[in-house]
């Protein structure tokens, strides 16, 4: 039986191309999942990116990887709406329909690592993503997303938005150094947050996979084993 999420408690979403899953999404979904209390991180492979290049591997293939890769935790689901569009998915028509499904009170995370925050306003609408959930950034310890690192239009939305690790909330007025409970004793806010969260650092990404298996290279420890096993199955990533 899988785990009932608490209709008060946080409910995460992550979102990528998984071409392939490995252990740098799954670590990074189980600490941010610890770190604000989520009954649930829901991971949503994309169907047709609009960001990149069309995914090296099937639709079908992506989405059969997470189901092996997150079938041991009772936390982890998997949610194939963007794959069953069959067209470009954009991560606010996906949250825009979930709000429709869980109600405008459920507490909603958007897990995402720091370059892809970083690029936030390339997305479509992407303000309005902030009406729909928060975001959870994840980095590197030790490497803060610095607010002169960011655009004019991110920057204010950051400042008003934010709060930080050790759960100050920067006051759009008042007190800037007002503190506030840390985010795991914080009441439930269904959007409009942003958090910066250090998580362990694991420098594995799926373009560097994918070269290794093209190199005829080993991807152990790098992705589970039900996920080696099945690339190798499949014969996926032999070609460049």
């Not at 709406?81 to 954009?90: C, Q, T």
């Not at 204010?156 to 690790?165: A, K, P, T, V």
């Not at 759009?172 to 439930?188: I, V």
Request: net charge negative.
């Amino acid at each position: 039986m899988g785990f009932i999420p608490h209709p008060h408690h946080a409910i995460g979403v992550l979102g990528g191309t998984f071409d392939p899953i490995h252990y740098g999404h799954l670590r990074m979904a189980e600490e941010l999942a610890d770190a604000l209390g989520l009954s649930e991180v829901r991971f949503i492979p994309a169907g047709q990116p609009p960001h990149r290049n069309a995914p090296r591997s099937a639709a079908t293939h992506r989405l059969e990887m997470v189901r092996l890769a997150t079938s041991g935790n009772p936390r982890f689901t998997v949610d194939a709406r963007e794959i069953e569009l069959e067209r470009v998915s954009y991560t606010v028509d996906t949250l825009t329909d979930l709000r429709c499904e869980m109600g405008t009170e459920q507490p909603l995370w958007l897990l995402m690592g720091a370059d892809a925050f970083l690029g936030l306003p390339s997305w479509k609408n992407w303000r309005q993503l902030f009406d729909l959930t928060n975001i959870a950034v994840a980095h590197r310890p030790g490497a803060l997303i610095r607010p002169d690192t960011l655009s004019t239009e991110l920057r204010q939305e950051f400042d008003n938005r934010l709060i930080s690790d050790e759960g100050r909330v920067k006051e759009e007025k008042g007190n800037p150094e007002a503190t506030h409970p840390a985010p795991s004793t914080l009441p439930p806010t269904p959007a409009g947050r942003i958090l910066l969260k250090p998580i362990t650092q694991l420098d594995i990404a799926a373009t560097d996979i994918r070269a290794r298996l093209q190199q005829g290279h080993s991807v152990r420890y790098l992705t589970p084993d039900c996920i080696a096993d099945y690339i190798e199955q499949h014969n996926l990533y032999l070609t460049a």
